[in-house]
């Protein structure tokens, strides 16, 4: 039989308990620390499945800048994002980008795209401005 204490920031809110898992054999035996239902929902989640929101950039050729930024459109497993990372690291776009656009369909096999967060225009198309 295997016991641990997993320690989480509850992030559901911004107080941020300290929730501690009491864990045997892999099974969720208590949970500890979380003064309202989210806290033990999300502890309960983080540990079985933790997900993160990936932001990064991507490189861009023939913008106003050499890079736009990026992130994921849903949250993707923890696990994969250092393999999103080289994935995404791979890519080279074309300007004009615009919000939204798919830059990385389906990352990792995930099912989750990566899309870009702003619009970047192309060189040629002069002075605009870009937020
Ligand atoms: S346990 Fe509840 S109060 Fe504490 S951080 Fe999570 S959501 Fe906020």
Same mark, same amino acid.
């Given at each position: 039989?295997?016991?641990?204490?997993?320690?989480?920031?509850?992030?559901?809110?911004?107080?941020?308990? +300290?929730?501690?898992?009491?864990?045997? &054999?892999?099974?969720?035996?208590?949970?500890?620390?979380?003064?309202?239902?989210?806290?033990?929902?999300? =502890?309960k989640?983080?540990?079985?499945?933790?997900?993160?929101?990936?932001p990064?950039? =991507?490189?861009?050729?023939?913008?106003?800048?050499?890079?736009?930024?990026?992130?994921? =459109?849903?949250?993707?497993?923890?696990?994969?994002?250092? +393999?999103?990372?080289?994935?995404? =690291?791979?890519?080279?776009?074309?300007?004009?980008?615009?919000?939204?656009?798919?830059?990385?369909e389906?990352?990792?096999?995930?099912?989750?795209?990566?899309?870009?967060?702003? +619009?970047?225009?192309?060189?040629? &198309?002069?002075?605009?401005?870009?937020?």
């Amino acid at each position: 039989m295997s016991t641990e204490t997993v320690e989480i920031t509850c992030i559901a809110c911004p107080v941020g308990c +300290d929730v501690s898992i009491d864990v045997e &054999d892999g099974e969720i035996q208590s949970i500890e620390g979380n003064t309202c239902p989210r806290g033990a929902e999300y =502890a309960k989640e983080e540990y079985r499945n933790p997900t993160r929101i990936l932001p990064t950039t =991507a490189r861009v050729t023939g913008g106003v800048l050499p890079r736009v930024p990026v992130k994921s =459109a849903q949250p993707m497993p923890k696990p994969k994002l250092e +393999d999103a990372m080289v994935e995404i =690291a791979a890519v080279e776009v074309e300007a004009p980008v615009e919000l939204g656009d798919v830059i990385v369909e389906n990352v990792c096999d995930t099912g989750v795209d990566i899309v870009a967060t702003r +619009d970047l225009p192309a060189a040629e &198309d002069g002075p605009k401005a870009v937020e």
